[in-house]
């Protein structure tokens, strides 16, 4: 992105001379405000020199790079190392003296709005700072806009490039022109950056892992919508949905979505959903337009490198929430344990998506409880897919070894066709901190889970999360309340 740069120094004390040459530049470039340059600066310096005393052994040579970010309201600044580990419990008990407010980390603390460490593992460590301005900067507009739904043109422009418009399934070729679309919405930030690449697109096309609808106008690529197949299922997630941003607003997404839902009933799927961001309303409002139903809120969910078009703070600091949607195609009755806690949510929820349930009374002996996780998303999934004795011992295993991956969120998924005894694994998750999130149709094997969430970080957005449906507020206050009931009872 044009807003942000890099600069590596050697471990030198002589170049904070350089470095502060560049940032008193950038401030003027942006008419930073006078107060809030000078608090900013010695909050850098300090973290500079810092750097420079404790990061590297004496004589070891090092370099210690430093990220600008600058935003319509704020800066951000990065100071990553590849030294000597650094002990995050001093962060912890910062302030540690007021008194103290001119030296070491206390003076970082009381100079900037935001303070933060990241152990990055073997690319070194990292602190992260920003500093907001009282007045918006003198700042070009280049944040890429996350909502492929857009605002309606006028009637009149509407019918004119329907008649030009042409909603196909994929063909080879086309694999060129998707990344030029990911590019032209999100720049170098999408993070399922596979779709950066022609030839792998074409690989999982082939495969039918994929399943692409394309959007012309006068020959033109200008839109892409896709079936994601799950694996181990009969299921798709509905994604990368992007339009050229010359014709967004012109219902492109609203004409591939159709096509979509076409191509997935001839593929024989039995279900469908999407994850709507809860950043802004018009991807949940275009998933219930479909007639896709809300079954779960996933916090954490979106990565923070995903942020809103002229939003009033900078989103890169927090993840998101994700509301996910369901269209169940294929409505077999189905045969569930539920656990008391969460019963009449559970019930509700069959029956907006109109899902036909008893209660189950045979359980199976399912002695696996597998760890996936998503590097990507820097997310791990625990998978219980029955009842075994000694579950508690098994799962504080993998709950260990999960925490080890210093992942953003953990997620629990709940067999409900197998569990008999799933009164006592909720209580035992309770107990160990995951509350609620929701049901997964179909998510494996034709199964159902139930999915909790943990929260194993503190960049998880909860406050400035949008909902369209009222069952999506009341759904998100259940979240909410849930987390801290159990956050007053665990371990």
Not at 72 to 91: H, S, T, V, Y
Not at 106 to 127: A, C, E, H, I
Not at 339 to 362: G, L, N, S, W
Request: aromatic letters at 12%; glycine letters at 6%; a positive charge.
């Amino acid at each position: 992105m044009k807003n942000r740069l890099f600069l590596k120094l050697p471990n030198n004390i002589e170049y904070w001379r350089v470095l502060k040459k560049l940032y008193e530049e950038l401030c003027r470039i942006i008419d930073f405000p006078t107060k809030e340059k000078k608090e900013l600066e010695a909050a850098l310096k300090e973290l500079f020199e810092n750097a420079v005393v404790h990061a590297y052994e004496p004589e070891e040579e090092g370099e210690i790079e430093i990220g600008f970010e600058l935003f319509e309201n704020g800066i951000k600044i990065d100071i990553r190392d590849e030294g000597l580990p650094f002990d995050a419990n001093i962060l912890k008990s910062v302030p540690i003296d007021l008194k103290e407010k001119n030296r070491g980390l206390n003076r970082v603390f009381l100079n900037t709005d935001s303070f933060r460490f990241y152990n990055l593992g073997q690319k070194g460590k990292k602190f992260s700072i920003i500093k907001y301005s009282p007045k918006k900067l003198r700042l070009k507009e280049d944040i890429p806009f996350y909502s492929d739904i857009g605002y309606d043109f006028d009637k009149t422009a509407k019918e004119m490039i329907r008649e030009r418009l042409t909603i196909r399934l994929f063909k080879e070729g086309d694999e060129i022109h998707i990344p030029a679309l990911i590019y032209k919405n999100y720049g170098y930030t999408y993070f399922k950056n596979l779709f950066y690449y022609p030839e792998k697109i074409l690989q999982k096309e082939k495969s039918g892992q994929i399943s692409s609808i394309i959007a012309e106008i006068d020959g033109k690529v200008v839109g892409h919508f896709a079936l994601v197949k799950i694996p181990n299922s009969n299921i798709a997630e509905i994604g990368i949905a992007v339009v050229d941003p010359k014709f967004k607003g012109m219902g492109i997404m609203n004409a591939m979505f159709k096509l979509l839902l076409k191509r997935a009933r001839e593929l024989g799927l039995s279900a469908l959903f999407g994850e709507a961001v809860m950043f802004h309303p018009y991807s949940q409002k275009a998933n219930l337009t479909h007639g896709f139903c809300e079954s779960a809120l996933l916090l954490g969910d979106v990565h923070h490198k995903v942020m809103l078009k002229e939003h009033k703070y900078p989103f890169r600091e927090k993840r998101g929430a994700a509301l996910i949607g369901y269209k169940v195609l294929k409505r077999r009755k189905r045969k569930i344990f539920l656990p008391k806690q969460y019963e009449e949510m559970i019930k509700e929820v069959y029956k907006k998506c109109r899902v036909p349930f008893e209660a189950a009374k045979r359980g199976r002996k399912a002695e696996k409880l597998q760890r996936e996780y998503n590097k990507a998303f820097n997310i791990c999934t625990l998978v219980i897919e029955g009842d075994f004795e000694d579950f508690e011992t098994v799962f504080k295993r993998e709950f260990e070894k999960s925490l080890a991956k210093h992942p953003d969120m953990i997620y629990a998924d709940i067999n409900l066709n197998n569990c008999k005894n799933i009164d006592k694994t909720v209580e035992i998750l309770n107990d160990y901190g995951f509350f609620y999130s929701g049901i997964l149709f179909s998510r494996r094997n034709e199964k159902d889970y139930l999915r909790l969430q943990f929260e194993s970080s503190e960049i998880i957005e909860e406050k400035h999360l949008v909902c369209w449906s009222e069952y999506c507020k009341n759904l998100l206050e259940f979240v909410l309340c849930d987390k801290n009931r159990v956050l007053g009872t665990s371990k």
